[in-house]
């Protein structure tokens, strides 16, 4: 089981493989927020985690990293952040795997308060926020 998300401490697993098992990747991300549990909310989290998981491993094909973070601030937000070894930009609505394929970052943007990407040293970041209240 997760320990809860809490601001300042966020969760990181590497989800680093040949093929990510996402209803774990959601059975994790569903513990780290027990207050989410049964919500709407919980369930826009999973699909966007899942979404942006499922885009590094298939368009990156190489170490992923998965971290929530919690602002419990006055706007009450969890921050989705993926980390892949690619530096191409990610682009909606567009894939280079199929023609059925490609609408994984047009429902991140319509699930998520803001999304987008951050260059790093060995690749990018791409990040997404889910208002939770």
Do not use: F, Y
Not at 51 to 64: F, I, K, M, Q, S
């Amino acid at each position: 089981m997760t320990a809860p998300l809490i601001s300042n401490n966020p969760l990181v697993w590497d989800v680093t493989g040949q093929a990510p098992q996402l209803a774990r990747v959601r059975g994790w991300v569903a513990d780290g927020v027990p207050r989410l549990a049964g919500t709407d909310v919980l369930d826009d989290l999973l699909l966007v985690v899942t979404e942006l998981v499922g885009n590094a491993h298939d368009h990156a094909r190489g170490p992923t990293v998965l971290r929530l973070l919690r602002n419990l601030g006055p706007l009450d937000r969890v921050r989705i952040e993926v980390d892949d070894p690619s530096s191409r930009p990610p682009v909606p609505g567009r894939s280079r795997l199929a023609g059925t394929r490609g609408r994984g970052l047009v429902l991140v943007g319509e699930l998520s308060h803001r999304w987008g990407w951050n260059p790093t040293p060995t690749g990018k970041t791409v990040w997404a926020t889910v208002a939770c209240g």
